[in-house]
C-alpha cells in the first residue's frame, strides 16, 4: 500500500503552501506572475550568439572524490556541452544586465520546462518561500534559475535522455559519452523508495566514486540528469525528495569537493524548497575533517535538513529497511527495484520538438493557463479556490495534459524501462518504488 500521511508530511501543509496562503501572500504570488509573464514578451538582444566553438581538450586529472578540494589547475576545463548554445554574456555578467540580452520566449520555455508536471503555483511558491517572502529577492532567484538552465542546457538534458545526452556527447570527445553512461551504471546512484514521509530517494554510494575517473562536467551533467528525472516522482502535497549518502568504506580517495559545491549550489538557488532531508549514514571518522570544510558552504535551512546515522536501526527510524537497498541493508534477498531489474538501452530523445497531438494540447493548456493567470492575477481570487472554475482545477488539468505529454517531450530512462515511473497508455503516471508492501501508485491528479 502506498504510505500513509505522516508528522512531516502534514507538516508540509503549512504557511506558505497552497492551501494555506495568506491574502498578502496571494497577493504577492499574483505580483510575481504578472511579472514574469511581462518578462518572457521581451525581444532581448539579436545580437546574442554562442561562443565560438574550441577543439576539446584533455581534461587535467585531479585527485580526489566526492568531498574532496583537489589541486588547483592553472587553467579551466573547457566545458563541451554546457554553455554551447548560448551567449557567454547570459552567464558572465550580472543578472540585471544578462537577463535583458536573453529572449523572452526562451525564458518561457525553459520555466515551463522547470516546471514539468508539477502545479505551476507550488513551483513559484518556493522561491518566495526561498527567500521568507522578500518579493524582489524571490524575482530575482527565480529568473537567475532561468538563465541558470539555458546556460546549462537542462531542457536538452531531459529532452535527450540518457543515450540521446550519450550520443551528443560522443560527437563532442570520444569516450565522454561513455562515461556519462558508465557512471549512471556504476553503482554511484540508486533511486527508490518511499522514506517514512512518502518521499523518493536517491542513495548515493560514495565509495565509488574517484575524481579522477570522469570530467567535472559528466559529474555535473550526471546531477542535473538524475534530479530533474526524480521530480517525476514528486506530487502535491510532498513536494520534497530524500538523499543518503551511503559513506561505509569511505576514504579520502572518494573526495570531490566541487561535485559537493555544485549539488549544494542546486538545492540552494536551483531548487528551492525540494529537499525534505539528507542523510548521511555510517561515515567514518575521517569525515569529520572533510565535514568541517563542508559546513561553511551550507545554507542554514540546508543544514537543518541533514542528519547523521550510525546504524541500520537509526537509519530505519527514518526509511523503512524495505525501501533500504541491500547494500545498506545488507540483505541480498531483498534487493530494491532499481537494483534487481535489468533492461537494455533505452531509445535516445530529440531535440526537435515533437508536434504529436499531446504535445499540442499541451500548448495550449500553457496558453490557457497564461490567459488565465494573468486574469486571476486582476481579482481577488484566492489560489487555492475550488470547483471546475477554479485555479486547482485548472492546475490538474495543466498536469494531465504535460503527463500526457512526457512519453514525448522526455528522453527515455532506464528508471522508466524499469517500470518504476512511467506514463502508461492511457497518460496515467505510475510509481512503482517495488519495494515490500507498495503498490503501484497513479500520482496523476495530485495537485
Not at 6 to 15: G, I, K, P, R, Y
Not at 134 to 149: G, P, V
Not at 417 to 435: A, Q
Amino acid at each position: 500500500m502506498a504510505p500513509a500521511a505522516t508528522q512531516s508530511l502534514s507538516e508540509a501543509l503549512v504557511a506558505g503552501h497552497l492551501g494555506h496562503l495568506t491574502d498578502p501572500q496571494t497577493a504577492m504570488l499574483k505580483k510575481m506572475w504578472t511579472k514574469l509573464l511581462n518578462l518572457f514578451e521581451q525581444p532581448g538582444d539579436p545580437n546574442s550568439k554562442p561562443a565560438p566553438k574550441k577543439k576539446a581538450e584533455e581534461a587535467p586529472k585531479k585527485s580526489g572524490g566526492f568531498f574532496s578540494r583537489g589541486k588547483k589547475e592553472p587553467t579551466a576545463v573547457e566545458e563541451l556541452f554546457i554553455g554551447t548554445t548560448t551567449d557567454p554574456k547570459w552567464l558572465s555578467l550580472p543578472l540585471e544586465q544578462a537577463i535583458p540580452l536573453i529572449p523572452g520566449a526562451q525564458l518561457e520555455r525553459t520555466f515551463w520546462g522547470m516546471i514539468q508536471t508539477d502545479n505551476p503555483d507550488a513551483v513559484v511558491l518556493r522561491y518566495l518561500r526561498a527567500r521568507k517572502w522578500d518579493f524582489d529577492a524571490a524575482y530575482n532567484m527565480l529568473i537567475n534559475t532561468l538563465r541558470w538552465r539555458l546556460v546549462h542546457r537542462v531542457d536538452d538534458i531531459v529532452a535527450l535522455g540518457e543515450t540521446g545526452v550519450k550520443n551528443e556527447l560522443e560527437k563532442l570527445k570520444e569516450g565522454m559519452g561513455e562515461s556519462f553512461i558508465w557512471n549512471l551504471k556504476s553503482g554511484k546512484a540508486y533511486l527508490g523508495g518511499p522514506d517514512r514521509d512518502g518521499r523518493g530517494i536517491c542513495f548515493i554510494n560514495v565509495r565509488f566514486h574517484h575524481k579522477e575517473d570522469q570530467t567535472p562536467e559528466v559529474v555535473k551533467l550526471l546531477t542535473m540528469y538524475v534530479m530533474e528525472n526524480s521530480r517525476l516522482v514528486v506530487n502535491q502535497p510532498m513536494e520534497t525528495a530524500c538523499i543518503v549518502f551511503n559513506m561505509e568504506d569511505f576514504t579520502l580517495s572518494n573526495m570531490d569537493f566541487d561535485f559537493v559545491k555544485f549539488l549544494v549550489s542546486c538545492f540552494e538557488a536551483y531548487y528551492p524548497e525540494t529537499l525534505g532531508q539528507c542523510l548521511i549514514h555510517k561515515a567514518p571518522w575521517v569525515f569529520s575533517t572533510v565535514w568541517n570544510l563542508i559546513t561553511p558552504l551550507l545554507d542554514p535551512v540546508v543544514a537543518s535538513k541533514i542528519a547523521f546515522t550510525k546504524n541500520l536501526d537509526e537509519l530505519t527510524k527514518r526509511i523503512d529497511i524495505s525501501a533500504l537497498p541491500s547494500f545498506i541493508s545488507k540483505d541480498e534477498s531483498k534487493k530494491t527495484k532499481d537494483e534487481r531489474t535489468k533492461v537494455g538501452e533505452p531509445d535516445a530523445g530529440t531535440l526537435e520538438r515533437p508536434s504529436t497531438a499531446a504535445v499540442q494540447d499541451y500548448n495550449d493548456i500553457i496558453k490557457e493557463y497564461v490567459y488565465e493567470t494573468k486574469e486571476w492575477s486582476k481579482t481577488e481570487r484566492a489560489a487555492d479556490e475550488k470547483g471546475d472554475s477554479g485555479r486547482l482545477a485548472l492546475a490538474k488539468r495543466f498536469r494531465q495534459s504535460r503527463i500526457k505529454a512526457d512519453n514525448d517531450l522526455r528522453g527515455d530512462s532506464t528508471w522508466k524501462l524499469k517500470g518504476m515511473f512511467s506514463v502508461n497508455e492511457k497518460g496515467r503516471l505510475i510509481i512503482d518504488f517495488g519495494s515490500d508492501g507498495w503498490e503501484p501508485l497513479d500520482i496523476t491528479d495530485s495537485v
